[in-house]
């Protein structure tokens, strides 16, 4: 039953005070959130799911329930998990200091290995050796401001691999190297201007730092003179090779037809709930980078992992908290899939906007697939530049629209793309006083936005 097309608008009610509570409780009840987050995502939870339950029934809202957790949470959470414990296990030694020019230079190389190990893995990656570099700055809240902009969100879209919206693209029929032929000249034009306004932001903080800064930078400086850079637990890299090698299989065992059952059209497997299939791809996934996390765990010395300051808390908050918005945020989607294509959405720039507004607060993968759907469904005029793709054929700049709008404005929110609240969280945990979520909103409505703005006329009206 496709529940959308029968779902009131007020069923999203839950959802948006599942939003509220991120924004609001940590600024007038912090250490009260800190020990009920589950509590509270427990509450909107049942606020949506018992309604639910007394309209369609206990067996639907069980079904509804059960796929969300079982196809779309434990990938997610498992996915992060790996890479949080891979990455924790890499130790950058001799840390960079954290000058303007350096942390440029560390921004631009985690945007490029965004797109190649994901935007959580190079995130995950670079986060406690940018945090490391900065520890002598009094104010530093910017500097992981930017790097979600910049590693965690827009650097993942040259390949299927940078996120997963493009991975979704990539297994319905978009070649493997479309992201990077038709969306470098997004990515190099958005690299350069963020770059540029954070080399320019933060020279100021530097200066605002004073005579005590710029003395703590000295003798920052001059022990890691005495201490050469190097990477301590290199072996880990092999962990998250692994655990990129599980992702790329989920997506090409159904394609490959070895495992695919005749009858159905699926890969072998069992089905849970009724039809909730699972199948051999979801099994290797999750088994693979569970592995990866366990010799992560078991190869890299406690010392590597104690000078990264790894802790299990940044993780288990972000579990905690995104197991209530994936289940609040199921009569959002619902309604999306069903009402989507009668949005009158058919220009590029319509559908960028329409993207990357959703994805702002929404998972960006099914709205992908949503507004990949629809621009399918329009198919492109006689003369225009299209692919063919399983859902339709597209006009070419209709799909870099949707790709641009589901990667990029990921990064307008702290909920927009899975790696934000990691990064935040891990922050904080170093003790770097980070935007609420709305002082975060404040940020990148006065970055992002005009950024995008200038995206829009240059790359889908012009």
């Not at 609240?421 to 935007?435: D, T």
């Amino acid at each position: 039953m496709e529940i959308g097309t029968t779902l009131p608008i007020w069923s999203i009610i839950p959802f948006v005070g599942m939003l509220l509570s991120i924004a609001i409780f940590p600024i007038v009840k912090g250490e009260w959130w800190e020990s009920h987050q589950l509590h509270v995502a427990a509450f909107w939870s049942l606020l949506f799911l018992v309604p639910f339950a007394v309209a369609y029934g206990v067996g639907e809202a069980t079904y509804e329930l059960a796929e969300v957790v079982i196809v779309d949470y434990i990938p997610f959470v498992v996915l992060l998990f790996g890479l949080y414990v891979a990455a924790g296990g890499i130790h950058i030694a001799g840390s960079i200091v954290g000058t303007t020019r350096n942390n440029v230079i560390m921004l631009g190389i985690g945007m490029v290995l965004a797109s190649f190990i994901g935007t959580t893995g190079a995130a995950m990656t670079l986060i406690r050796p940018v945090l490391r570099a900065n520890l002598w700055r009094k104010y530093k809240a910017h500097i992981v401001v930017f790097f979600i902009f910049t590693v965690a969100n827009i650097g993942g879209c040259l390949t299927p691999l940078g996120d997963p919206p493009l991975f979704l693209g990539y297994l319905r029929g978009v070649p493997f190297f479309w992201p990077l032929e038709h969306l470098w000249p997004l990515w190099l034009f958005n690299a350069v201007v963020l770059l540029a306004v954070f080399a320019l932001i933060d020279h100021h903080y530097i200066k605002k730092e004073g005579k005590e800064g710029a003395q703590a930078m000295t003798l920052m400086d001059e022990a890691d003179e005495r201490t050469p850079i190097k990477i301590e637990g290199k072996r880990n890299i092999a962990c998250i090779a692994l655990i990129i090698v599980a992702v790329i299989l989920n997506g090409s065992i159904p394609q490959s037809g070895l495992f695919t059952d005749a009858s159905t059209g699926l890969t072998y497997g069992f089905y849970v709930f009724g039809d909730i299939h699972i199948g051999l791809e979801y099994i290797v996934q999750v088994g693979l980078i569970l592995v990866a996390a366990a010799i992560s765990m078991k190869i890299t010395p406690k010392p590597y992992r104690e000078s990264n300051n790894f802790e299990w808390g940044a993780i288990a908050e972000v579990a905690r908290l995104f197991i209530g918005i994936f289940i609040t945020m199921i009569p959002a989607l619902a309604l999306l899939r069903a009402n989507g294509a009668a949005l009158g959405i058919d220009q590029p720039w319509e559908f960028f906007w329409a993207t990357g507004a959703l994805s702002s607060f929404l998972d960006n993968s099914p709205t992908y697939l949503v507004f990949m759907t629809t621009a399918g469904s329009i198919g492109a005029e006689a003369g225009m530049a299209a692919i063919q793709t399983s859902v339709g054929t597209i006009a070419i700049e209709s799909l870099i629209a949707v790709s641009a709008g589901a990667v990029f404005m990921g990064a307008n929110t702290y909920i927009g793309n899975a790696p934000n609240f990691m990064v935040k969280s891990i922050a904080e945990r170093a003790k770097v006083k980070m935007p609420t979520f709305f002082g975060y909103m404040g940020w990148s409505c006065a970055i992002l936005i005009p950024l995008f703005i200038v995206d829009t006329v240059v790359f889908f009206i012009l």
